[in-house]
């Protein structure tokens, strides 16, 4: 038999896929249906948010947050307000904070649900998409009536929030939790137990804790391999220390154990958000700002548990009401670089489920 | 047994002018912090000699150092694969442009589980031909966080496997987050 004759092939995915989430381009060079070696090429969605920065006030800022990981933008505005009031020292009030968790939690949820659906999507099932979507429509419909936004919400400021819950939305939240408690079950019924899907999802992508750190990979990629890290169990910021909640650890560290780490953080999630609307007060939703936001002169690292990981803000800071330098230390930039490593000697049909498990947004890969 | 009665009224009617004497408790945040930057400093001098340590300094409770440029990845590798300090996690990195006091640095933050503690480490390079011998090497996690710093603060790593721009296009002119860039209208 005359010899096969083969040779690598170069691949272009993306930048326009609709399974890399965004403008993502992935270089690949496959042998047959071998994945030889893979290259992520970002940037396409640059905006240059630390440079604008450097010219905005603190408050000015937040704005621009909302557009980096679009998915969780309460959990970015949380990010930068947390990082301002621990560098000046700033008290938020009580009410302030139960209604700022109460969102956060409620935006990973979110987050986690359109990971879900998307994730589902990639690996060729339709429907689970449009439940998880049902649902996370109910979220956005909560924070549409809490700050006016469906998707850019600016509803934190340093010192607090910017509008209270109008009357009845707590109890609304806690209906909400108690609806998603139900429609948990049906996802389980429909994707976790599905033999396609475990085939697919299972001893795929796997990577150890060692790698992970190595990596610098943090929130569900790190956990999924069953290292137990969570900022706001580990660093605690806001109020966090107050609720009783469960840090989600994988074994395997495969897309199967990240797919059920995003399951269940939802169930904790829902945790925190019936303790935190349980226990608001009563009070203000602003605290005592200054009107002018100095941040002291000198640098400040804060990083809070983001839906993707650690979101962190490094600023350097001269004492005037604008940063010198900020940084946001964005989980999706950090935690994609693994991919390579990941998909090096795949089959080519894995690379959609082992990226989409990453669970990247491409507004906060390039800021 | 009067004196002792008698002491605290006679500190109160005191207090303004021995308060240099009685210090304020100290902020137990900064004794910890405190002890934690000595015994790192400790540790890194033993290792490498005092000269390495540029300087030591507490930025509001967070240990920071400033390594030498030459012994940079030598200090990294060092806190990274001793046993009893275990660096291990690179959380965050970030380049800044300080135009006005001539250098540029590079700021690397890492944890320890091990101590459960983060250290600032930093590192400068002079303005023009910047340059920063890269860590890339020890940690895969920086990778990224390298190119980027070169794409937008201007900053070399000699040593990095792959020095590209990543998010501006491989044409462009300028580094964008340098205190002088020009931005275009």
Same mark, same amino acid.
């Given at each position: 038999?005359?010899?096969?004759?083969?040779?690598?092939?170069?691949?272009?995915?993306?930048?326009?896929?609709?399974?890399?989430?965004?403008?993502?381009?992935?270089?690949?060079?496959?042998?047959?249906?071998?994945?030889?070696?893979?290259?992520?090429?970002?940037?396409?969605?640059?905006?240059?948010?630390?440079?604008?920065?450097?010219?905005?006030?603190?408050?000015?800022?937040?704005?621009?947050?909302?557009?980096?990981?679009?998915?969780?933008?309460?959990?970015?505005?949380? *990010?930068?307000?947390?990082?301002?009031?621990? *560098?000046?020292?700033?008290?938020?009030?009580?009410?302030?904070?139960?209604?700022?968790?109460?969102?956060?939690?409620?935006?990973?949820?979110?987050?986690?649900?359109?990971?879900? +659906?998307?994730?589902?999507?990639?690996?060729?099932?339709?429907?689970?998409?449009?439940?998880?979507?049902?649902?996370?429509?109910?979220?956005?419909?909560?924070?549409?009536?809490?700050?006016?936004?469906?998707?850019?919400?600016?509803?934190?400021?340093?010192?607090?929030?910017?509008?209270?819950?109008?009357?009845?939305?707590?109890?609304?939240?806690?209906?909400?939790?108690?609806?998603?408690?139900?429609?948990?079950?049906?996802?389980?019924?429909?994707?976790?137990?599905?033999?396609?899907?475990?085939?697919?999802?299972? +001893?795929?992508?796997?990577?150890?804790?060692?790698?992970?750190?190595?990596?610098?990979?943090?929130?569900?990629?790190?956990?999924?391999? +069953?290292?137990?890290?969570?900022?706001?169990?580990?660093?605690?910021?806001?109020?966090?220390?107050?609720?009783?909640?469960?840090?989600?650890?994988?074994?395997?560290?495969?897309?199967?154990?990240?797919?059920?780490?995003?399951?269940?953080?939802?169930?904790?999630?829902?945790?925190?958000?019936?303790?935190?609307?349980?226990?608001?007060?009563?009070?203000?939703?602003?605290?005592?700002?200054?009107?002018?936001?100095?941040?002291?002169?000198?640098?400040?690292?804060?990083?809070?548990?983001?839906?993707?990981?650690?979101?962190?803000?490094?600023?350097?800071?001269?004492?005037?009401?604008?940063?010198?330098?900020?940084?946001?230390?964005?989980?999706?930039?950090?935690?994609?670089?693994?991919?390579?490593?990941?998909?090096?000697?795949?089959?080519?049909?894995?690379?959609?489920?082992?990226?989409?498990?990453?669970?990247?947004?491409?507004?906060?890969?390039?800021? | 047994?009067?004196?002792?009665?008698?002491?605290?009224?006679?500190?109160?009617?005191?207090?303004?002018?021995?308060?240099?004497?009685?210090?304020?408790?100290?902020?137990? /945040?900064?004794?910890?912090?405190?002890?934690?930057?000595?015994?790192?400093?400790?540790?890194?001098?033993?290792?490498?000699?005092?000269?390495?340590?540029?300087?030591?300094?507490?930025?509001?409770?967070?240990?920071?150092?400033?390594?030498?440029?030459?012994?940079?990845?030598?200090?990294?590798?060092?806190?990274?694969?001793?046993?009893?300090?275990?660096?291990?996690?690179?959380?965050?990195?970030?380049?800044?442009?300080?135009?006005?006091?001539?250098?540029?640095?590079?700021?690397?933050?890492?944890?320890?589980?091990?101590?459960?503690?983060?250290?600032?480490?930093?590192?400068?390079?002079?303005?023009?031909?910047?340059?920063?011998?890269?860590?890339?090497?020890?940690?895969?996690?920086?990778?990224?966080?390298?190119?980027?710093?070169?794409?937008?603060?201007?900053?070399?790593?000699?040593?990095?496997?792959?020095? /590209?721009?990543?998010?501006?296009?491989?044409?462009?002119?300028?580094?964008?987050?340098?205190?002088?860039?020009?931005?275009?209208?």
């Amino acid at each position: 038999m005359a010899e096969i004759r083969t040779e690598e092939l170069l691949m272009n995915i993306g930048p326009q896929h609709p399974s890399t989430h965004g403008v993502l381009r992935v270089v690949v060079k496959v042998d047959g249906e071998i994945i030889r070696d893979a290259e992520p090429v970002v940037g396409y969605l640059h905006r240059g948010t630390e440079k604008l920065a450097e010219d905005l006030q603190y408050t000015q800022i937040i704005p621009y947050t909302d557009r980096m990981d679009y998915l969780g933008s309460m959990l970015n505005n949380h *990010a930068i307000v947390n990082a301002v009031e621990k *560098a000046m020292d700033l008290e938020v009030p009580e009410r302030a904070e139960h209604l700022r968790v109460i969102v956060v939690e409620l935006n990973r949820i979110a987050s986690h649900l359109v990971f879900l +659906g998307t994730y589902l999507l990639d690996l060729g099932a339709m429907s689970p998409f449009l439940y998880a979507f049902a649902n996370r429509e109910k979220i956005i419909d909560l924070f549409n009536r809490i700050c006016g936004a469906r998707l850019t919400f600016n509803y934190m400021r340093v010192g607090g929030v910017k509008w209270d819950a109008p009357e009845g939305w707590v109890q609304d939240v806690l209906d909400f939790v108690t609806h998603l408690r139900k429609e948990m079950n049906m996802f389980h019924e429909l994707v976790t137990g599905n033999e396609i899907f475990l085939e697919r999802v299972k +001893g795929v992508g796997i990577y150890d804790a060692d790698t992970a750190l190595n990596y610098a990979l943090s929130g569900i990629n790190l956990r999924s391999t +069953g290292f137990n890290w969570d900022l706001r169990k580990n660093k605690p910021y806001s109020i966090y220390d107050r609720f009783d909640f469960n840090v989600i650890t994988g074994k395997n560290g495969d897309c199967y154990d990240r797919y059920m780490c995003h399951l269940d953080e939802i169930v904790e999630s829902m945790k925190i958000v019936e303790q935190a609307a349980q226990q608001i007060p009563d009070g203000p939703v602003m605290g005592k700002v200054p009107k002018i936001l100095r941040v002291p002169a000198g640098e400040y690292y804060a990083a809070v548990e983001g839906a993707r990981g650690e979101l962190g803000l490094y600023i350097v800071s001269e004492g005037k009401d604008k940063p010198y330098r900020i940084k946001w230390r964005r989980p999706s930039f950090v935690n994609l670089q693994i991919l390579p490593k990941l998909l090096e000697g795949q089959s080519m049909s894995n690379l959609i489920a082992v990226l989409g498990a990453v669970d990247i947004v491409l507004g906060e890969v390039d800021a | 047994m009067s004196e002792e009665t008698k002491a605290p009224e006679a500190t109160k009617a005191a207090a303004p002018q021995a308060a240099e004497e009685t210090p304020e408790p100290v902020d137990p /945040r900064i004794e910890s912090a405190t002890a934690k930057l000595e015994l790192l400093k400790g540790k890194i001098t033993a290792q490498f000699g005092a000269d390495v340590i540029e300087e030591a300094f507490l930025a509001k409770f967070q240990p920071s150092f400033v390594i030498k440029n030459e012994s940079w990845p030598a200090v990294v590798e060092y806190l990274k694969v001793t046993d009893e300090l275990s660096f291990v996690y690179p959380e965050a990195m970030a380049g800044t442009d300080h135009m006005a006091k001539g250098y540029c640095e590079v700021y690397l933050y890492v944890h320890s589980f091990v101590l459960d503690m983060d250290v600032a480490l930093k590192v400068r390079t002079p303005r023009d031909e910047a340059a920063i011998p890269s860590v890339a090497h020890i940690f895969s996690g920086v990778n990224w966080e390298e190119r980027e710093i070169f794409d937008l603060v201007g900053i070399k790593f000699p040593g990095h496997p792959d020095m /590209r721009r990543i998010m501006l296009e491989d044409h462009w002119q300028g580094h964008p987050l340098r205190k002088d860039y020009v931005v275009m209208d």
